[in-house]
């Protein structure tokens, strides 16, 4: 991304790029996983169609890895282009624990009108 700032909206679980004139231009939808451990699970990437191929996801993907290593807590992502870039950069983006991701699944099964 150039000169895109990227921001945390937690309260409504969406980490967003912005363009030059203030607008979301990409997010990632996410939630925050409460038990058995705290986690950071993303659900969904999403860029604006006028944006796409500016590396904006991956600068997504990259900040939120950021936030959690920050708030020293894991990522477990269920999104699928997360997944993909999580494996592309294994030093950012450490190897989510299996029964994290058990739990985030669970959790998504039991709140299906969330995302």
Not at 27 to 44: D, N, Q, T
Not at 78 to 101: G, I, M, N, S
Request: contains cysteine; negative net charge; hydrophobic residues 40%.
């Amino acid at each position: 991304m150039t000169d895109q700032d990227i921001r945390d909206d937690r309260a409504a679980g969406r980490l967003e790029a912005l363009g030059d004139g203030g607008e979301v231009v990409g997010r990632i939808e996410y939630f925050v996983l409460e038990s058995p451990g705290r986690a950071l699970v993303p659900v969904h990437t999403i860029v604006e169609p006028a944006h796409e191929g500016k590396g904006i996801a991956g600068s997504l993907a990259r900040e939120l890895y950021g936030i959690a290593a920050r708030e020293g807590i894991p990522v477990a992502p269920l999104c699928p282009y997360v997944v993909k870039w999580a494996q592309r950069h294994p030093e950012e983006a450490p190897a989510a624990d299996p029964e994290l991701l058990r739990a985030a699944k669970d959790w998504l099964r039991a709140h299906p009108g969330r995302f």
